[in-house]
């Protein structure tokens, strides 16, 4: 895999918080997302979060407070005020009350899957019995088996999974679609450019208190802007694509 020049000091350069306007100040409030990932262990090396919410959730640190909170809790503890605003994936059939709004993002994060061009794979039910690579921190571990009888692979990142595609460990890697519509925009992943289209769709949601001040929908709006996502979507697809890439080469380079 090779990053051309510009490319590679775009990646070097641009420090992703500051991507985008600033996000207004509200301190205080505190946002729900699914999943908060851990420190990194000292020594370990950089991988960024696949989850476009925990972004934006980063996005807004500097004036709330984040939290993992699932969606079954989110919804009471919106209800009694311990949740200003969350940001996730909402179950098909759930409904909330009018104390709580609903804004749908435009956030594909339904299951795609991409695979060498070269592939015999051209439906998802060809997976049966084939190695599909996961990441511990996407949507889909356990899905794909159920679903299909694939074989699952699951890594403890977006970087370590599409590393084994790259390196022939699986057959396919099955992501969020936004994120992997991102990443395929670069020449590198031109091999890896075979898709199998989602099966079902979601995107992410927002939920927010009715009640919350000012300052807070403000912020709030401006963290999960259109064009801010965007803006993370773009810059995820960069950084995870620049660790695949230092991952596969740098151990090559004498």
């Known amino acids: 895999m090779r990053f051309s020049g510009a490319g590679l000091c775009l990646m070097l350069v641009c420090a992703w918080p ?3 306007a600033s996000v207004a100040r509200a301190d205080g409030w505190t946002l729900g997302v699914a999943d908060v ?5 000292p020594g370990a090396k950089p991988r960024t ?4 919410e925990v972004l934006a959730a980063q996005a807004a640190e500097g004036s709330a407070s984040v939290q993992a909170v699932p969606y079954e809790r989110a919804v009471e503890q919106l209800a009694d005020g311990q949740l200003d605003a969350w940001i996730g994936v909402v179950p098909l059939d ?3 009350s009018a104390a709580i709004h609903r804004k749908r993002l435009d956030v594909s994060v339904s299951p795609m899957a991409i695979l060498r061009s070269d592939t015999d794979i051209h439906d998802w039910s060809a997976l049966a019995g084939r190695t599909v690579c996961l990441s511990a921190d996407g949507r889909y571990v356990g899905e794909l088996a159920a679903r299909f009888a694939a074989l699952e692979q699951v890594y403890p990142s977006a970087t370590d999974a599409l ?6 460990a699986c057959d396919a890697a099955v992501q969020d679609e936004g994120f992997l519509r991102q990443l395929l925009k670069y020449p590198e992943w031109r091999k890896f450019s075979a898709q199998l289209q989602p099966y079902r769709k979601q995107v ?4 927010s208190r009715a009640d919350a001040a000012p300052a807070v929908r403000d912020a709030l709006r401006q963290a999960t802007a259109a064009m801010r996502l965007q803006l993370l979507a773009a810059q995820q697809a960069r950084d995870i694509a620049f660790e695949v ?7 090559d380079c004498h």
Do not use: F, H, I, K
């Open 18 to 20: 500051a991507q985008g």
């Open 37 to 41: 990932p851990s420190a990194p262990a």
């Open 49 to 52: 979060p696949l989850r476009l």
């Open 94 to 96: 759930s409904s909330v």
């Open 163 to 168: 590393l084994a595609l790259r390196t022939g």
């Open 204 to 207: 992410l949601e927002r939920l």
């Open 245 to 251: 890439y230092l991952d596969q080469s740098v151990p």
